[in-house]
């Protein structure tokens, strides 16, 4: 089965993350579908996209199960497709599901250096997953509407990410605590203690969808260079099989595996910064090479049939921090290797498909 056969029998077999309510692990899939379209036109893509979005906005916009008070930063990300279909189709329907998102960000609770929470539930705390949760959305609707404060907002908010996670070794940590009350923060800088993959994954995959959609100009120099520097970092740390390890920076800890959903989006974001030379010309040959092999990885080695199911195997299925009773999510590198390892989520089958779209379009 080739990889176009694997992704198009997901999307088939496919069910809503959480019942069919408004997630973010959903918006992975729908991002990856929107990539393949765009790769591959001809292709079963955009009526599976379509099939899935349809069943979670009704035809005044409203989205299933979607509450803004939650001030969940998750929540903003199956709104980027939103734009793209909108664009095929004419239908204001999913515009209007669109001001409902954005509505949302513009009472969200920040930090004082001004990003988002990440959620009402999580406060003061910001996450490198909730970068790309919600900054690539407020670009494109800032671009779509012609409000340039929020694209100036988000690259704002990238830039600042960057220092308040900054782990020192060219990577970065899971999270910040502006409070310094949470049990996994360090009392001096706010920091979270572990390199996690996915965490990195999410920020980079930002980082290659916001550059991809600015103009590049002296606003942006900066961002450019910390992306670019943030590629080469992973490069060196890259595996002989192409894969990259759960805990970034403990590859000889016990426990340690080779983790599929950031190699994915390692993946992703390598191929797209050799695609659209977001990086210095110097380097975008290697840079092609190590998402290429990290693509290849995870087609030879982890795409296994299991009871006659071919599956994307060595997913992680969740990893957070702090929580509530009885949740030990401490942020320490042993506390990612104890997650479960799960197959077939989406949160590694969407990226795979990004980084496939990708590989195509090179």
């Given amino acids: 089965m080739s990889p176009l056969d694997y992704f198009h029998a997901y999307a088939l077999r496919y069910q809503p993350y959480k019942a069919g309510a408004w997630c973010y692990e959903d918006g992975c899939l729908y991002r990856g579908l929107q990539l393949l379209h765009e790769a591959d036109p001809q292709g079963p893509w955009l009526g599976h996209l379509v099939r899935l979005v349809d069943g979670q906005i009704d035809r005044h916009g409203k989205l299933k199960s979607y509450d803004p008070s939650d001030y969940n930063i998750d929540n903003i990300l199956p709104g980027r497709v939103l734009f793209f279909l909108a664009a095929q189709s004419g239908d204001n329907r999913y515009r209007r599901a669109a001001d409902r998102l954005i509505a ?208 994307l195997t060595g997913i992680v299925q969740v990893a957070g921090l702090g929580g509530f009773e009885g949740q030990e999510r401490d942020g320490s590198p042993a506390y990612y290797l104890r997650e479960p390892v799960v197959s077939d989520d989406v949160k590694g089958v969407g990226p795979l498909m990004m980084a496939y779209s990708e590989h195509m379009r090179l």
């Fill in 104 to 311: 949302q960000l513009e009472t969200h609770p920040r930090l004082l250096a001004g990003n988002y929470w990440h959620k009402k539930r999580y406060p003061h705390q910001l996450w490198l997953d909730g970068l790309y949760m919600g900054l690539p959305f407020q670009i494109e609707y800032g671009m779509d509407s012609g409000r340039e404060g929020l694209i100036a907002d988000a690259l704002q908010q990238l830039a600042t990410a960057l220092v308040l996670t900054d782990h020192g070794s060219g990577l970065f940590v899971h999270g910040y605590d502006e409070s310094r009350i949470q049990a996994w923060c360090d009392r001096m800088t706010g920091k979270s203690p572990a390199v996690w993959a996915r965490a990195v994954g999410w920020l980079v995959m930002a980082l290659a969808d916001t550059l991809s959609l600015v103009e590049d100009d002296e606003a942006i120099t900066s961002l450019r260079r910390r992306f670019c520097l943030l590629l080469g970092a992973l490069v060196e740390r890259q595996e002989e099989s192409g894969l990259w390890m759960q805990v970034l920076e403990a590859p000889g800890l016990s426990g340690n595996y080779q983790e599929s959903s950031a190699t994915a989006m390692f993946a992703y974001a390598l191929l797209r910064a050799a695609r659209l030379g977001l990086v210095e010309e110097g380097v975008l040959a290697s840079m092609q090479a190590a998402g290429e092999r990290a693509l290849q990885g995870l087609l030879q080695t982890r795409l296994q049939v299991d009871e006659g199911v071919l599956r």
